[in-house]
């Protein structure tokens, strides 16, 4: 990062990888690259990776030749030249932008340079990718469903929650889960959505609106879906005809269209209700759905009560 290398960590491994299999035939020590080493070598002035010859010729002429001189040595001494080398590599800004930016990053880098400081660097490593890895688990068993509205002017579907001029038909109500469609989330989205449904047909109801004929789901950001997310899409379209309301998909990709055909979900949505886009979609429902041409506002479940 100091020089703005691009380093491939496979290769890394597989240079460490090699070097322990060919030390193992001489009785070597394991070869690592920490930290304090390349932090050392870069306060020195170091360059290219012949410094890496050069201290290793000059490690060996020490052992062989100077150790005498260097027996009576405080560990103390030894340990301030690694500490004042590893200051320079600790970066203050960097975590106090990681702060800003995203709490969850700045509670990995805090607890894996604990982890590393009291234990060491295996502890810290473990805890980073412990954190990060339960992260991922719950973005995808717990993923973000929000409702699209319509910009005015144009045929873009937007995030009602973002775009405070989007607006969508009455009748339709258009939802886009950012997430793949998998065990982990399957009864979670089921519930989402017919959340979403109940919510916004007591604020119909409520304001006295045109009643709700269409489900669309955008698809666009599915880019998998397992058996149990089928299953979903399948209990989902069924519970959805017994309340006397279509359900639509739009944009969805050619692997979950391959799945849904295998698993006769497809047949069972119908191939009408498959479109290129959210307008599409809406347009098709709009016109076959009988619904009323008047325009309202869709709020997220989250701010009603």
């Known amino acids: 990062m100091a020089k703005n290398y691009h380093v491939d960590g496979n290769k890394e491994m597989i240079a460490f990888g090699a070097m322990n299999m060919a030390g193992s035939c001489t009785s070597c020590y394991l070869t690592a690259s920490p930290f304090s080493r390349s932090a050392v070598n870069r306060d020195a002035g170091?360059?290219?990776?012949?410094?890496?010859?050069?201290?290793?010729?000059?490690?060996?002429?020490?052992?062989?030749f100077l150790t005498p001189l260097f027996r009576y040595t405080?560990?103390?001494?030894?340990?301030?030249?690694i500490t004042s080398a590893m200051l320079g590599v600790i970066d203050v800004g960097a975590a106090a932008r990681l702060a800003r930016v995203d709490r969850v990053d700045f509670c990995v880098c805090v607890a894996t340079f604990l982890g590393v400081v009291f234990r060491s660097?295996?502890?810290?490593?473990?805890?980073?990718?412990?954190?990060?890895?339960?992260?991922v688990l719950l973005s995808v068993a717990r993923p973000r469903t929000t409702a699209l509205g319509k910009v005015p002017g144009s045929t873009a579907y937007r995030r009602m929650d973002q775009y405070a001029t989007a607006q969508t038909t009455p009748g339709v109500l258009v939802l886009r889960v950012d997430a793949p469609f998998c065990f982990a989330n399957a009864s979670y989205l089921w519930e989402r959505v017919s959340r979403w449904i109940d919510d916004h047909e007591d604020h119909i109801r409520a304001c006295g609106g045109e009643s709700l004929r269409c489900i669309v789901l955008d698809m666009g950001a599915v880019r998998s879906i397992d058996s149990s997310g089928t299953g979903m899409l399948e209990d989902l379209k069924r519970s959805l005809d017994k309340r006397c309301l279509q359900m639509a998909l739009a944009n969805p990709g050619s692997e979950i269209?391959?799945?849904?055909?295998?698993?006769?979900?497809?047949?069972?949505?119908?191939?009408?209700?498959?479109?290129?886009?959210?307008?599409d979609a809406s347009d098709y429902a709009h016109t076959n759905c009988k619904i009323a041409t008047t325009l309202q506002t869709v709020q997220s479940p989250d701010e009603m009560v």
Do not use: H, Y
């Open 46 to 64: 170091c360059r290219t990776a012949a410094s890496n010859a050069v201290m290793a010729l000059a490690v060996a002429a020490t052992l062989l």
């Open 74 to 81: 405080p560990q103390a001494a030894l340990s301030t030249i």
């Open 121 to 135: 660097i295996d502890v810290g490593l473990v805890v980073a990718v412990a954190v990060l890895v339960l992260r």
């Open 257 to 279: 269209m391959r799945k849904l055909d295998k698993s006769k979900v497809l047949q069972i949505i119908g191939d009408e209700w498959i479109f290129l886009t959210v307008a």
